[in-house]
């Protein structure tokens, strides 16, 4: 065995120290707060599932918004309890690139697949067919208000808003059963062991967080300027596009302050993005369509690409993150 | 089909080519891409102890590249998703062809010439149907002749066999579309498989990850001389579960996941860069986020690591393993060490041996 020799020419500079957050103070003010909104607000729009299933109801509706405006709020935090069962994907399977949720639904519709009467056989339905982007089709899709099925499709709500309550509950359930010690304790135990290691995993939260909404959330209904694609806009027909854009930057805003230990840079940037978002007054983005509405999403996706370079080449480096030519590509 | 079939086989006796061989050049043993510190970047040839022998400007940051088996020709293909590679007569420094993807096609940063150097083969996506592709293309004018099914999504890498008559290729399982670079849309659903391929592209054998690791994507290949495939993965699930990053297949029915058996895949953070097999079969596995390379034996047992900030590029060695770094350095054997070179430069993900 070749045993290593360190034919060292050049010491390679490294930052003298790297600054430590508070992981327990964005654990107990970011995270679980983020997941307990997301547990109260699912159990309460299955109870009003279940109080009255019709589409359109308002009291169905403002449940739905609420809920699903807590999921936004906790979309970026992917690791843990979320990933566990695909939990994360059962509540939110988006994007669907190959219309994956409609098919789904329609068949379950079409078989009147009793599947559907109990939560716990609706869990081996497909993560497509299940969570908000398949509630939403079956609230607001014309294709879905059309069937006659009403009693099924009635059963088919009230056990699909059980099955997201059931997952935001597992996930919180995870969180505040000991993987919040897991990351208040890094250092200590084998999932997190060092404190340097649950600072990666909320930095990736971080910046995996803005490239979806940059790439994803506003990327996907771009398009090309040739070819924009209005109708891929996320949650388009409940007129949840942009809100899930002011949303995220938001939460990310708060978990980037935490981070960088209030940097003021940092934050003024996430509010151009957010004014920007704001200012666009386009639900749904539709304007993507025109050449004047599109360069002003573009507007707002450089916005967020500032955020993205300055969180990678300023935040990064103070957290003692390696910014490596290949360990950053990713390929 | 039988028509097309003769069509190639005719093809690849006509290697037909003016430019010269790699002897004339010093007898480069890697090709690697980097950046300089000008910001531009560079194809260049490397000695066996890391030198530079030759330097060849590209328009962008490369990724991977193809040598020619037996001219100075190399392919360099373009970062992914990269709509175009330069076929570089190394000689003269001079672009003989550059290759563009078919429209809704884009390359992958990976690609093979055939055994005879006749044809070359591109990895490809065909991102509006999410359909992994294999591009052919003729080297004598550099002309695409045709393409077909990589027998999955998402191909990243593809390797010759040694038998010079099929080819594997590794489906990543994962769909991307430009119009939102290189975001993963597919990850509940991904299942990322090996595919051998004929060079006309039929399918002889497909193995699929465990459904439990559907989420380690396929990624990158190398192939020991007997026919043996060595694949590094990418895990795209959550960090708190440490699949292997190394898998073999030896023809049979499941792919042989190997683990390092001390916990070094944690610090690869679930990434493995590129991945090499050295003439007496030992396998390297590099981890650039994690700072350290494995090297397992032929058996996949864990022999070693090697520590060294941003590891990325590894290729076989005439003895054993060399590897490139994005800080710079090259590290190549002599007797029983490891000797660094440094270079002011940042190495690309990978370093391509040249053969013969």
């Given at each position: 065995?070749?045993?290593?020799?360190?034919?060292?020419?050049?010491?390679?500079?490294?930052?003298?120290?790297?600054?430590?957050?508070?992981?327990?103070?964005?654990?107990?003010?970011?995270?679980?707060?983020?997941?307990?909104?997301?547990?109260?607000?699912?159990?309460?729009?299955?109870?009003?599932?279940?109080?009255?299933?019709?589409?359109?109801?308002?009291?169905?509706?403002?449940?739905?918004?609420?809920?699903?405006?807590?999921?936004?709020?906790?979309?970026?935090?992917?690791?843990?309890?979320?990933?566990?069962?695909?939990?994360?994907?059962?509540?939110?399977?988006?994007?669907?690139?190959?219309?994956?949720?409609?098919?789904?639904?329609?068949?379950?519709?079409?078989?009147?697949?009793?599947?559907?009467?109990?939560?716990?056989?609706?869990?081996?339905?497909?993560?497509?067919?299940?969570?908000?982007?398949?509630?939403?089709?079956?609230?607001?899709?014309?294709?879905?208000?059309?069937?006659?099925?009403?009693?099924?499709?009635?059963?088919?709500?009230?056990?699909?808003?059980?099955?997201?309550?059931?997952?935001?509950?597992?996930?919180?359930?995870?969180?505040?059963?000991?993987?919040?010690?897991?990351?208040?304790?890094?250092?200590?135990?084998?999932?997190?062991?060092?404190?340097?290691?649950?600072?990666?995993?909320?930095?990736?939260?971080?910046?995996?967080?803005?490239?979806?909404?940059?790439?994803?959330?506003?990327?996907?209904?771009?398009?090309?300027?040739?070819?924009?694609?209005?109708?891929?806009?996320?949650?388009?027909?409940?007129?949840?596009?942009?809100?899930?854009?002011?949303?995220?930057l938001?939460?990310?805003?708060?978990?980037?302050?935490?981070?960088?230990?209030?940097?003021?840079d940092?934050d003024a940037a996430f509010g151009r993005a957010i004014n920007r978002a704001t200012a666009?007054?386009?639900?749904?983005?539709?304007?993507?369509?025109?050449?004047?509405?599109?360069?002003?999403?573009?507007v707002l996706?450089q916005s967020i690409?500032d955020i993205?370079?300055?969180?990678?080449?300023?935040?990064?480096?103070?957290?003692?993150?390696?910014?490596?030519?290949?360990?950053?590509?990713?390929? | 089909?039988?028509?097309?079939?003769?069509?190639?086989?005719?093809?690849?006796?006509?290697?037909?080519?003016?430019?010269?061989?790699?002897?004339?050049?010093?007898?480069?043993?890697?090709?690697?891409?980097?950046?300089?510190?000008?910001?531009?970047?560079?194809?260049?040839?490397?000695?066996?102890?890391?030198?530079?022998?030759?330097?060849?400007?590209?328009?962008?940051?490369?990724?991977?590249?193809?040598?020619?088996?037996?001219?100075?020709?190399?392919?360099?293909?373009?970062?992914?998703?990269?709509?175009?590679?330069?076929?570089?007569?190394?000689?003269?420094?001079?672009?003989?062809?550059?290759?563009?993807?078919?429209?809704?096609?884009?390359?992958?940063?990976?690609?093979?010439?055939?055994?005879?150097?006749?044809?070359?083969?591109?990895?490809?996506?065909?991102?509006?149907?999410?359909?992994?592709?294999?591009?052919?293309?003729?080297?004598?004018?550099?002309?695409?002749?045709?393409?077909?099914?990589?027998?999955?999504?998402?191909?990243?890498?593809?390797?010759?066999?040694?038998?010079?008559?099929?080819?594997?290729?590794?489906?990543?399982?994962?769909?991307?579309?430009?119009?939102?670079?290189?975001?993963?849309?597919?990850?509940?659903?991904?299942?990322?498989?090996?595919?051998?391929?004929?060079?006309?592209?039929?399918?002889?054998?497909?193995?699929?990850?465990?459904?439990?690791?559907?989420?380690?994507?396929?990624?990158?290949?190398?192939?020991?001389?007997?026919?043996?495939?060595?694949?590094?993965?990418?895990?795209?699930?959550?960090?708190?579960?440490?699949?292997?990053?190394?898998?073999?297949?030896?023809?049979?029915?499941?792919?042989?996941?190997?683990?390092?058996?001390?916990?070094?895949?944690?610090?690869?953070?679930?990434?493995?860069?590129?991945?090499?097999?050295?003439?007496?079969?030992?396998?390297?596995?590099?981890?650039?986020?994690?700072?350290?390379?494995?090297?397992?034996?032929?058996?996949?047992?864990?022999?070693?690591?090697?520590?060294?900030?941003?590891?990325?590029?590894?290729?076989?060695?005439?003895?054993?393993?060399?590897?490139?770094?994005?800080?710079?350095?090259?590290?190549?054997?002599?007797?029983?060490?490891?000797?660094?070179?440094?270079?002011?430069?940042?190495?690309?993900?990978?370093?391509?041996?040249?053969?013969?």
């Amino acid at each position: 065995m070749r045993s290593w020799k360190a034919a060292i020419l050049i010491m390679i500079a490294m930052p003298a120290w790297a600054e430590t957050p508070d992981i327990a103070g964005i654990v107990d003010d970011h995270i679980l707060p983020g997941y307990q909104a997301l547990a109260a607000r699912t159990a309460g729009l299955a109870d009003a599932a279940q109080a009255d299933c019709t589409p359109g109801n308002a009291h169905l509706n403002t449940a739905y918004h609420a809920a699903f405006d807590a999921w936004i709020m906790v979309s970026h935090l992917r690791f843990g309890p979320s990933e566990q069962d695909d939990r994360a994907f059962a509540l939110a399977f988006w994007p669907d690139t190959r219309g994956a949720t409609p098919k789904t639904l329609a068949a379950l519709l079409r078989d009147q697949d009793p599947v559907v009467r109990s939560p716990e056989a609706f869990q081996t339905v497909s993560v497509a067919a299940r969570g908000f982007y398949a509630l939403e089709l079956l609230l607001y899709d014309p294709q879905f208000q059309q069937n006659e099925a009403v009693g099924y499709r009635c059963t088919l709500i009230t056990t699909l808003t059980q099955g997201i309550a059931a997952s935001a509950a597992a996930i919180l359930d995870d969180w505040e059963g000991g993987y919040a010690d897991l990351m208040r304790g890094a250092g200590s135990n084998d999932t997190y062991r060092s404190p340097d290691e649950a600072v990666r995993q909320m930095f990736t939260a971080l910046s995996s967080g803005l490239e979806f909404t940059a790439e994803t959330r506003l990327g996907r209904p771009m398009g090309t300027f040739d070819k924009p694609r209005p109708n891929r806009a996320e949650a388009r027909r409940s007129g949840r596009a942009l809100h899930h854009v002011t949303l995220s930057l938001t939460a990310t805003r708060d978990l980037a302050a935490a981070l960088s230990g209030g940097d003021t840079d940092l934050d003024a940037a996430f509010g151009r993005a957010i004014n920007r978002a704001t200012a666009l007054d386009d639900p749904v983005l539709a304007t993507v369509a025109t050449p004047e509405g599109r360069f002003r999403v573009e507007v707002l996706q450089q916005s967020i690409t500032d955020i993205r370079q300055q969180v990678a080449e300023d935040l990064g480096p103070r957290l003692g993150i390696a910014t490596g030519f290949n360990s950053l590509d990713g390929d | 089909m039988a028509d097309r079939r003769s069509f190639l086989a005719g093809l690849l006796a006509t290697g037909l080519c003016p430019t010269r061989g790699w002897a004339d050049l010093g007898n480069p043993a890697y090709l690697a891409a980097a950046r300089l510190p000008s910001g531009k970047y560079a194809l260049f040839g490397l000695s066996n102890d890391g030198a530079p022998l030759f330097q060849i400007p590209l328009p962008n940051r490369g990724h991977a590249s193809a040598a020619h088996p037996y001219h100075a020709v190399a392919v360099a293909f373009a970062r992914r998703p990269g709509t175009f590679a330069l076929v570089i007569n190394c000689t003269s420094g001079t672009v003989i062809a550059r290759l563009t993807a078919p429209g809704g096609h884009h390359f992958s940063g990976h690609g093979t010439f055939s055994a005879d150097g006749g044809l070359l083969f591109t990895a490809e996506n065909d991102f509006e149907n999410a359909r992994g592709m294999v591009g052919v293309w003729r080297t004598g004018d550099y002309a695409r002749l045709t393409a077909f099914s990589s027998g999955g999504i998402g191909p990243h890498d593809l390797k010759l066999m040694p038998d010079g008559r099929r080819m594997v290729v590794a489906n990543g399982g994962i769909e991307t579309h430009p119009d939102t670079g290189r975001t993963k849309l597919n990850l509940p659903t991904m299942r990322p498989n090996l595919t051998y391929l004929s060079l006309d592209g039929v399918v002889a054998d497909q193995i699929e990850p465990p459904v439990e690791w559907h989420k380690n994507s396929i990624r990158h290949l190398a192939v020991h001389g007997d026919g043996r495939v060595a694949i590094a993965c990418q895990w795209q699930g959550d960090l708190s579960d440490v699949p292997p990053l190394l898998a073999t297949h030896d023809g049979g029915a499941a792919l042989a996941f190997r683990a390092s058996g001390h916990g070094y895949e944690r610090r690869m953070q679930g990434y493995a860069g590129s991945i090499a097999v050295s003439r007496n079969s030992r396998i390297a596995v590099t981890g650039p986020r994690g700072g350290l390379a494995l090297i397992f034996d032929r058996s996949g047992q864990f022999q070693d690591t090697i520590t060294e900030q941003d590891i990325c590029g590894v290729a076989p060695a005439a003895d054993d393993l060399a590897f490139t770094t994005g800080l710079g350095r090259v590290l190549f054997p002599i007797a029983t060490t490891w000797v660094t070179r440094e270079h002011d430069l940042q190495w690309d993900n990978h370093l391509i041996a040249i053969a013969g």
